[in-house]
């Protein structure tokens, strides 16, 4: 199967508006492959913003605008949440959900974050969902029953044909924002891990998905990841901050 690559820049809680401008001038001078989609996920405040240069430049194309969390609801008395249908309408197509941020810091469970995708997907979003083993886990030779036990819920809740519409991103915890990077050929081993637990649900629907391998991915590493049958793409936190980086990693990405 050949899959379009993806390349989405998670800013976490940094940015600012200034790095939002720069960051739209810089995609301008870049010769993006068709088969390659670059997403950035700024902060809540930042979007409109994000769209509306985006909108200015004629970027809408080459770049589609995401966000990092969503609200399990479609509306209601949920002080300070976001929910799907406010994001759509703000021209967001993606949502990182499930990151191991806020399964850690915020306590979300794979159950939580199964409804989440299960909202985001009837509003129409695209859910890029997170899984990913800690060190111990690894070390212990947990890392196909953690990632199994974080996919699990979400097939039950959403059913597997509907992956179809879904991104996967494998972070492993251990190298987010460490500067430790999972070899190509561990990453490799492990998404086709991923891939294969999806196929045993539904072949056809496992060669479509696409899996993006997050984990302090840079400039200097990614030529090597992305060359893995089985990774198609990044989700990249520190390195996307910087300009510079962020647009050696989309133009390395090739796709199909
Ligand atoms: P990193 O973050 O690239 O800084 O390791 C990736 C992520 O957390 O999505």
């Avoid at 810091?105 to 985001?120: Q, R």
């Avoid at 809740?157 to 190509?184: L, Q």
Wanted: aromatic share 6%.
């Amino acid at each position: 199967m050949k899959r379009r690559a993806i390349i989405a820049a998670n800013w976490k809680m940094n940015g600012n508006l200034s790095l939002v401008k720069d960051m739209i001038d810089g995609m301008q001078e870049l010769q993006l492959n068709d088969n390659v989609q670059v997403v950035i996920c700024p902060s809540f405040p930042y979007l409109a913003a994000f769209a509306n240069f985006a909108q200015t430049e004629n970027l809408q194309k080459s770049i589609q605008l995401g966000c990092q969390n969503v609200n399990e609801n479609q509306s209601g008395a949920y002080t300070g949440e976001v929910s799907p249908d406010m994001l759509k309408e703000c021209t967001v197509k993606y949502v990182i959900i499930g990151h191991s941020e806020r399964r850690s810091l915020f306590n979300e469970s794979s159950v939580l974050v199964a409804k989440k995708v299960a909202t985001a997907l009837e509003a129409g979003l695209t859910p890029i969902l997170c899984i990913g083993e800690s060190e111990a886990e690894r070390d212990n030779a947990q890392t196909n029953s953690v990632l199994s036990a974080q996919i699990k819920p979400v097939i039950d809740e959403i059913g597997i044909e509907k992956f179809a519409d879904v991104v996967v991103a494998y972070e492993p915890v251990w190298a987010i924002g460490t500067g430790k990077t999972a070899s190509p050929e561990m990453a490799q081993e492990t998404h086709q891990f991923i891939r294969q637990f999806l196929a045993d649900n539904n072949a056809e629907i496992a060669d479509k998905v696409p899996l993006l391998y997050g984990g302090s991915m840079n400039a200097a590493n990614c030529e090597q990841l992305l060359a893995q049958t089985d990774i198609d793409g990044g989700l990249i936190g520190g390195a996307s901050l910087k300009v510079d980086e962020f647009k050696i990693i989309c133009s390395t990405a090739k796709g199909y």
